[in-house]
């Protein structure tokens, strides 16, 4: 059980040092161009993904959200993951539902799209109802010129027969991809295994310093260093990873301090406008984010099919896993505590049926808290609406205040 009540005391204590008028003036000397001036180089999506075509590599796209990489990249094959692609949806609406979420027909569209740069065919893990229809209307109704594959991940409470159900999905995916890939090098698959390993352990050092607000990126640089993963190959990833530096000194105290919670991160403009205000995102519990990465360093990869199994199930809890809900605010209070964060932001992706689900007891546990709760309902539009500017900003005055809401 974590300490409840040390994490009250932690927000308010917190509160008020934030309130004295020395760390005030520290604060308010803080440049934003600081943190601007060191831009990190992080390819532009379409364009790497273009060169990786030119040169011939195979393109896989993959619907959110859990599936085996390494085992991919061990195939050769690059997963270009499809969470919320730009544009106007155009041919997608007459084949699905008003309250269908906008990843679902995000993704639909760019499919309907017949995308060159995708050649290896697409690979549906099942995330929720909504993507597992899609993949079977993808597969039997719509027909695509390439494979469609689905990866059917376990749900609910996990035990042995889980793992070995996901050990047989696993081998399933692998047998299915031999028959064009061909056969499966057991050595590729190790070393796919071990860079995914460093990738994670990188990973798992950078929330720690964001924690401990040891960066100079700035929140928007931030998401897109994560967001990278989705498209880069492994060892260009893991080479920018470590690109970025760490701070020994712990960094200028911003105005206030947020967890981020949902699938997505807010948009650019959002994550702008809270570095603008000197408001820093100090955790996450994002699907595109720390949800796929594991709670614990692991050892080395030693049976590459054991350490897949063993990953899957050391991921967070996730409310697209079916698990205990009450594991999942454990989970969350352990990063509050660790961030030291003065509130929390619920980035809703709209008729997400499993946030949705979860969402309802979570906002209310952590206003029970004493956590100021800001709950952004987004489809994926780009830009930032009058009304969020507003609800944003009387949500740090609040959090200025010290009052919950
Ligand atoms: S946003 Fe929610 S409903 Fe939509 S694909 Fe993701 S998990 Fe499924």
Same mark, same amino acid.
């Given at each position: 059980m974590y300490p409840f009540d040390a994490i009250v005391y932690l927000q308010r204590d917190d509160h008020y040092k934030r309130s004295d008028l020395e760390q005030r003036a520290q604060i308010d000397a803080m440049s934003i161009n600081d943190t601007k001036d060191k831009v990190l180089k992080i390819p532009d999506r379409s364009d790497y993904l273009r060169d990786q075509r030119r040169s011939g590599q195979e393109i896989m796209g993959v619907l959110p959200?859990?599936?085996p990489r390494e085992l991919l990249w061990a195939f050769n094959i690059l997963p270009a993951e499809i969470w919320d692609p730009p544009g106007e949806i155009l041919l997608a609406n007459v084949h699905l539902q008003a309250s269908i979420c906008p990843i679902v027909k995000r993704g639909l569209e760019f499919i309907l799209k017949s995308?060159?740069?995708?050649?290896s065919g697409y690979l549906f893990p099942h995330t929720c109802d909504s993507l597992q229809n899609l993949g079977t209307q993808v597969k039997d109704l719509i027909g695509v010129p390439v494979p469609v594959y689905t990866f059917y991940n376990p749900k609910g409470e996990f035990n042995k027969a889980s793992k070995r159900y996901y050990s047989e999905i696993l081998f399933n995916l692998q047998k299915t991809l031999e028959k064009s890939h061909g056969l499966l090098s057991q050595n590729q698959l190790k070393a796919a295994c071990e860079l995914g390993h460093k990738i994670d352990i990188r990973r798992q050092m950078l929330h720690a310093a964001l924690m401990e607000d040891r960066f100079d990126l700035s929140n928007r640089e931030y998401f897109q260093l994560i967001r990278a993963a989705e498209y880069m190959q492994g060892q260009d990833y893991l080479d920018l990873l470590n690109h970025v530096e760490i701070n020994e000194q712990i960094g200028v105290a911003p105005r206030a301090r947020l967890l981020v919670t949902g699938i997505l991160p807010p948009g650019d403009d959002i994550l702008n406008f809270l570095d603008e205000s000197r408001v820093r995102i100090v955790s996450e519990d994002l699907l595109s984010g720390s @949800? @796929?990465?594991?709670i614990v360093e692991m050892?080395?990869?030693?049976?590459p099919m054991e350490y897949l199994v063993e990953r899957f199930f050391l991921l967070p809890p996730c409310s697209t896993k079916a698990g205990g809900l009450d594991k999942r605010l454990q989970y969350l209070k352990k990063l509050i505590a660790k961030s030291r964060c003065h509130g929390v932001l619920f980035n809703t992706v709209k008729f997400c049926e499993p946030e949705l689900f979860d969402q309802h007891f979570l906002i209310k546990s952590m206003k029970v808290m004493g956590l100021p709760v800001l709950n952004l309902e987004t489809e994926l539009q780009p830009g930032l609406s009058g009304q969020e500017k507003t609800r944003i900003e009387a949500f740090l005055e609040m959090l200025d205040e010290g009052v919950p809401v």
């Open positions: 959200a859990l599936y995308p060159e740069i995708i050649n @949800r @796929r990465i594991p050892d080395q990869p030693d049976d």
